[in-house]
């Protein structure tokens, strides 16, 4: 039902599914992003959960919708492509973060108390500011597989597996968006200007990388397994070397852990119930 409704909206052109998956899932992060607007001082607790739900989401995609598939679907059962695909991504995002130095999730700073309300803009602190802005070309660098997994999976024509990992990577924008935000506003910034920006900068990169993976996977189809794993490999090493260990450091390691298994659960369920 729900793969026959996406086709009669958008066809049948894998190049369009990648288009459409990349405005779907930076308007998530959007709307993430947004939620400063009405949850105006999300707690450290909140936002740790909230984080371990998309570290979850991202670790059951990566195998369901794109190490497993990349290996019994389109590499007839031998799993060397999609592993050095793996294994590529990794090392990829590894020497990427050896350049971008790692900003991580800004949410434990408070909000100055001199605001004459919530949206007011205050001063902005010049280091908490330099921080924010490595954080971002951090995000978005993290962004990049996702687009990439997303595309990559409509490319591959099968929908059974692309529209659910559209979900799930879209699910999981929403924290990543709230917690860009945060760290603005943490920074001094105004809550309703970052918003919006940290919604269009997600757009930026995710939409052409979607598109671009549908394209490649579509010229070149033996890319296919290779470009799965290389996404999969990529996410993994976000969750791994960023999000887990940003949620386990201010004590809240138990609700981050929950928070995971609830992402986990949540995305075996798409993959089963959309299949």
Known sequence: MVIETFTRLFGTDPLIHGIVGGVVIAAFNLFGASLVLVWRNPSERSLDGALGFAAGVMLAASFTSLIIPGIEVYSNGNPIPVLLGVALGALLLDRSDALVPHAHYLVSGKRRADAASPDHELP??????????????????????????????????????AIPLMLAIGIQNVPEGLAVSVAAINAGLDRRTYAVFAGVRSGVVEIPLAVLGAYAVGVVSALLPYAMGFAAGAMLFVISDEIVPETHTRGNERIATLGTLAGVIVMLYLDIALA
């Open 124 to 161: 902005i602190d010049d280091e908490r500011f330099a921080g924010v802005v490595l954080f971002v070309l951090a995000i978005t660098l993290h962004n990049m597989p996702e687009g990439l997994a997303v595309g990559v999976g409509f490319g591959s024509g099968d929908l059974a597996t």
